[in-house]
Structure formats: C-alpha cells, structure tokens
C-alpha cells in the first residue's frame, strides 16, 4: 500500500510546480500553540494531582473524613425519606468548620434523623403508634446504612480507611446506633404514659 503525504490530493490536481506550504511563521506559531497546550496540560494534571494528594491527606486526619461520613449519612436519610415527603424536603445540613469527633458526629446524625419523626408521624397516621415508629426507624435505618457505606467506599478507594481513619467511623457507627435505640425507648416510654394517666383517672 503506498503512503500518500497529507498535502498530496490536494497538490495532485494543482498545476506542476503549485504546493500548499504553510509559512514558517505559521509553522512556528502552531508549534508555539501546541507546546502551550502541553504545558496547559501537564500543569492541570499536576494541579489534580495536588488536589487530590491534598484531600487524602486531610482525610487521613480523621477529621475530613468524619465530615464526609456526616454528609453522606444525612443523604442516605434524604433518599430513603424522599418518597414519603418529597424531593428535598429534609434539609441537608452539611457544615464545615464544626466539632467532627465520632461523638459530635454521631449525635448530629441521629439528632436530624429523630426530629423527623413528628413529620412522618403526619405523613403516615396510624392509631398503632408502636407500629408507625417501627416503620419510622426502618426507614432512616436503611439511609445511615446506606450513608456509611457511600462513606467508606469512598475512603478505601482513597486508601485512607484505616488506623485513626477506621477508628473514628466505627466508633461514630456504634454510637448512632446507641443513639438510635435510646431513640426509641424513650418513644415507646413516651407512647405508654397517656395510658397510664387514663388508667390512674378511672
């Protein structure tokens, strides 16, 4: 197969002697333009790479990444409870600059979750109490599953999901669940009292 050169159809069937040469000064510029896109380019990849270095870091101190957990957390309550009161209807209440230890983190997971049970409770009206905080707790139980493990999927892919790092997750897991569970004994408690008050009147 022979090779034709780029300019050579076109030359073809122009008369003898006739080629389509681009001036040096053009030729110069090209090159000009072209090394400045490469240097544009290498500068933009190494600039990402800082970018990305730099996160790593910060999420390796424990503090980032306990804010991270935070925000994906409170999306995993919005996705779950998105059919019940709409889309965005639960504020996302994602701060920066605040205490991010497991402890404060997990008391403002479970704090948001919780204080939307007054809502659901309008939303889904049921005589059986127990039943409607049953449901109720499957519901924002499914989004802060589903918000640790968006977390930490994004921590190991970031290979910082160890040491202090793991640590600080699972111990902010064990107490919203705690939170969680106090939750709803102090629901159930609350449930009973009525109860009681119409007992001790009769």
């Known amino acids: 197969m022979s090779t034709i050169k780029p300019d050579a159809a076109v030359n073809a069937s122009r008369p003898s002697g006739y080629k389509t040469?681009?001036?040096?000064t053009a030729n110069a510029k090209a090159q000009e333009n072209y090394s400045q896109m490469l240097q544009k380019t290498g500068k933009d990849v190494l600039n990402q790479s800082i970018m990305q270095a730099n996160e790593k870091v910060a999420l390796q101190s424990g503090n980032k990444s306990l804010s991270l957990l935070y925000k994906t957390a409170l999306e995993g309550i919005n996705k779950e409870l998105e059919p019940?009161?709409?889309?965005?209807?639960?504020?996302?209440?994602?701060?920066?600059g605040i205490d991010t230890s497991p402890e404060a983190t997990a008391g403002r997971i479970v704090g948001f979750a919780t204080s939307l049970f007054t809502l659901y409770q309008q939303q889904r009206p049921?005589?059986?109490?127990?039943?409607?905080?049953?449901?109720?707790?499957?519901?924002?139980?499914?989004?802060?599953?589903?918000?640790?493990?968006?977390?930490?999927?994004?921590?190991?892919?970031?290979?910082v999901f160890e040491g202090e790092?793991?640590?600080?997750?699972?111990?902010?897991?064990?107490?919203?669940?705690?939170?969680?569970?106090?939750?709803?004994?102090?629901?159930?408690?609350?449930?009973?009292?009525?109860?009681?008050?119409?007992?001790?009147?009769?």
């Open 21 to 24: 040469e681009l001036p040096a």
């Open 84 to 96: 019940i009161f709409g889309s965005n209807a639960a504020q996302k209440i994602y701060d920066s």
């Open 126 to 159: 049921s005589d059986d109490q127990e039943q409607q905080l049953n449901d109720f707790m499957d519901i924002i139980g499914k989004g802060i599953e589903k918000g640790f493990a968006d977390a930490i999927n994004i921590l190991q892919g970031l290979q």
């Open 165 to 202: 790092v793991k640590a600080g997750v699972d111990s902010t897991y064990d107490l919203v669940m705690q939170g969680l569970q106090k939750f709803r004994e102090q629901m159930l408690e609350s449930f009973k009292q009525p109860e009681q008050a119409e007992q001790s009147k009769s």
